[in-house]
């Protein structure tokens, strides 16, 4: 992806890791303050704006959860 950042790659890596570690589904379910801490990036300002990246690139699909209890969405456009 041209014009990524460390931030881009960080957070990519951390959904590919999360991904990984629910053995492969076609959907994962996590929650923003999980990938945060698997990116290292500590404001949501930050997040918010490499995940849009991220989905106007085209390289997931996001369905974000506004219940606290309730986790978000995330599926690989590229790898399934």
Do not use: C
């Amino acid at each position: 992806m041209p014009g990524s950042t460390p931030l881009h790659i960080a957070l990519f890596m951390a959904i590919f890791s999360d991904w990984e570690m629910q053995k492969y589904p076609p959907m994962i379910t996590t929650s923003r303050k999980r990938l945060m801490n698997l990116a290292r990036i500590k404001s949501p300002i930050s997040y918010h704006r490499v995940i849009t990246v991220l989905i106007d690139s085209g390289l997931i699909e996001y369905v974000p959860s506004y219940d606290p209890y309730q986790k978000t969405k995330i599926k690989f456009n590229i790898l399934i």
